[in-house]
């Protein structure tokens, strides 16, 4: 593809992005609907990337670029909004990967924290009578993880879906 081998510049790449974002209406969130791989090998999230001045690029950072001026070294570009998709300037802002990681963190905890609050709401409702059948059709996850959030097991990760 003759794509591939042009050097895009950044005022190019700007229209290529506009043109392959939905905008999402509640949150604000502009998402990427064009091209997707990992930034690096063995990484678990999959971010937009596009080509820029003939090296991929993750899209939010060239977004970044493109509002607010060139990523400092030793700079990422962080979602405010938790969205990886995202390439909305004002949901981006610039931190190190210390910061990244410890938002992450803490996102992580407040996730945690959700999926104990759920675990707690599912006991009271098996305790005050509701059938687990109900529940599992109330709350999407299956009967066998309301039998082991009832027997008390603890499970590391969050609810698992329920399998249809
Ligand atoms: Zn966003």
Known sequence: VADSRRRWTLEEVRGRIEEQVIP??????????????Q??????LIYGMIRLRGKMTSVHRVAYEIAHGPVPDGQQVLHGCDVPLCVNPAHLFLGTNADNIADKVAKDRARKRLTRDKADTIRTLVASGVSQHEISRRYGVAQSTISRIMSGERRPAGLPARQE
Do not use: A, F
């Open 24 to 37: 999402e209406p509640n949150s604000g969130c502009l998402l990427w609907c064009g091209g997707l791989r």
């Open 39 to 44: 930034p690096r090998p063995g990484r678990s």
